[in-house]
């Protein structure tokens, strides 16, 4: 029996659950979104992230981050063109950071549950912990070209049959005669990140912004590296990674919940770079923050939802079928494969209810 499925979202979290669907022939998947790969807008995140793997969950709710490093793990060592390079990764924790403000953080955690998922999980001697800071540890991790893997992620949509539309949607239901083959949708997907905020029909008021501000570099440095806290104030970041493919540095950052600002700040750009080559002066061979070469100035608005992750059925007033996947804050590559498995045995459920009913 065929299914017709609109998935509405082409951000991570969107092709991620049409791949994965698209694995059963009987379904008929038509991806419709605002925005697709290729697109820098602020209200799509996907394009703006590292993006690399960095757990952030705590141990009771890691599934998704433990499911999905398989798969990443599987795309870095045998899909080269995907766009994701292997790095370790270095931790710095300064004590005074890790209470309160945005914390817990799994990152940050002393003995945390990733250490059993990422490989060769080990803590730093003292004497090679980055200074000002009073612990640390090094894993190794990946990094994804976003702008690499977006592009890849819907060229296997495509090789797998889904068909994918540009549409601007004011309400949920509007998505049920969308799919390409004419037929009403049987079951939506809706991953529109922190457009489900206003999607008429979802609305949901635990959606709020996360804004992260980023400088792009064509300097090179590794391994990645992440700190737990700044002296700039609680909303500011350091982090460093490198991406594969020659898609640059990404110097971070911010994280500033509640913040819908677009365009980049000059002032947090600054303290941005300089605290990177602070860190790293290895960056510009030693000559300072004028010896970075800028890409971009960027600004992406992380889709946080109170409370986590919505990945749930739930009927319209008219019995249409719908899957959440949205919500994912910071971690949705690092979770996307674990949530769109998630989306498909709900997806299943529903199949199998409507085949009871025929
Ligand atoms: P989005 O990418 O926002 O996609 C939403 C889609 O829905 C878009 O296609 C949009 O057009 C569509 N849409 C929305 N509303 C409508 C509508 N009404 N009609 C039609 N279409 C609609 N994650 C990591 O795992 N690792 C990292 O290192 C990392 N770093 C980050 C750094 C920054 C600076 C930022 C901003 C984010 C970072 N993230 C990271 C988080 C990650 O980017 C997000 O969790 C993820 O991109 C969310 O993907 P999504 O598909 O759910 O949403």
Not at 39 to 61: C, F, K, T
Request: proline letters at 5%.
């Amino acid at each position: 029996m065929q299914t017709t499925i609109v998935v509405l979202g082409a951000g991570v979290s969107g092709l991620t659950s049409a791949l994965l669907l698209a694995k059963n022939k009987n379904n008929r998947i038509t991806v419709v979104a605002k925005h697709m790969p290729g697109d820098y807008d602020i209200e799509y995140a996907s394009p703006w992230a590292g993006a690399n793997v960095q757990p952030m969950s705590l141990r009771d709710n890691s599934r998704w981050e433990r499911r999905t490093w398989p798969e990443l793990r599987r795309i870095t060592e045998q899909v080269p063109e995907a766009g994701i390079h292997f790095q370790k990764s270095l931790i710095y924790r300064r004590d005074g950071d890790l209470v309160g403000g945005y914390f817990p953080d799994g990152l940050f955690e002393k003995d945390p549950w990733f250490k059993e998922v990422l490989p060769n999980f080990r803590e730093l001697d003292s004497s090679e912990v980055l200074p000002g800071h009073d612990s640390g540890a090094e894993v190794d991790s990946i990094c994804i070209n976003t702008a690499v893997y977006l592009p890849w992620l819907l060229g296997q949509c495509l090789k797998a049959g889904v068909v994918v539309k540009r549409h601007i949607l004011t309400h949920i239901s509007e998505a049920k005669a969308l799919n390409h083959t004419g037929k009403a949708a049987d079951i939506i997907v809706n991953a529109t990140g922190l457009g489900s905020l206003k999607l008429g029909g979802v609305e949901d008021k635990k959606m709020a912004p996360i804004r992260g501000q980023i400088v792009v570099v064509r300097n090179e440095c590794t391994p990645m590296v992440s700190t737990s806290g700044t002296d700039d104030g609680p909303t500011e970041l350091l982090y460093i990674m490198q991406r594969a493919g020659g898609g640059g540095t990404i110097l971070g950052g911010t994280y500033d919940k509640g913040n819908w600002e677009s365009q980049p700040d000059p002032n947090i750009a600054q303290r941005i770079m300089t605290r990177a080559v602070a860190a790293r002066p290895g960056l510009t061979n030693g000559k300072g923050v004028e010896g970075l070469s800028i890409v971009r100035h960027g600004v992406g608005l992380r889709p946080f939802r109170e409370g986590g992750v919505r990945i749930e059925e739930e009927k319209l007033a008219d019995g249409t079928c719908v899957v959440h996947n949205y919500g994912h804050s910071g971690w949705g590559y690092q979770g996307s494969f674990g949530c769109a498995e998630a989306v498909v045995v709900l997806v299943e459920k529903i199949q199998r209810q409507q085949k009871a009913k025929l």
